[in-house]
Nanobody, 117 residues
Framework: VQLQASGGGLVQAGGSLTLSCAASGINFRINDMAWYRQAPGKQRELVATITRGENTDYADSVKGRFTISRDNAKNWAYLQMNSLKPEDTAVYYC????????????WGQGTQVTVSS
């Protein structure tokens, strides 16, 4: 099973971006999915989570601006980011709880989001 994140880029403050996370492989199931981010010199932090039943939770810093969603049929997750701020600049990572020959967390490669002021 592989996890691929995409959609990052450079945007002005106040702008929007949508990140995508695609899981590929065969005969697997995904439970929770999540987006994390890591800014330079800082620890990786949890941004948003979504259960298979589409219950969501957000970090206080992004509530009301970011929306996490998923497509269980396609094994994709999304992060819609609106009203972006310079402090949202970071490498964003997706994580999926995989059920395949056991259970384990799978991380995608990061995608860079840069918000200019």
């Amino acid at each position: 099973v592989q996890l691929q994140a995409s959609g990052g880029g450079l945007v002005q403050a106040g702008g929007s971006l949508t990140l995508s996370c695609a899981a590929s492989g065969i005969n697997f199931r995904i439970n929770d999915m999540a987006w994390y981010r890591q800014a330079p010199g800082k620890q990786r932090e949890l941004v948003a989570t979504i259960t298979r039943g589409e219950n969501t939770d957000y970090a206080d810093s992004v509530k009301g601006r970011f929306t996490i969603s998923r497509d269980n049929a396609k094994n994709w997750a999304y992060l819609q980011m609106n009203s972006l701020k310079p402090e949202d600049t970071a490498v964003y990572y997706c994580k999926a709880a995989i059920v395949y020959r056991g259970m384990y967390d799978l991380w995608g490669q990061g995608t860079q989001v840069t918000v200019s002021s």
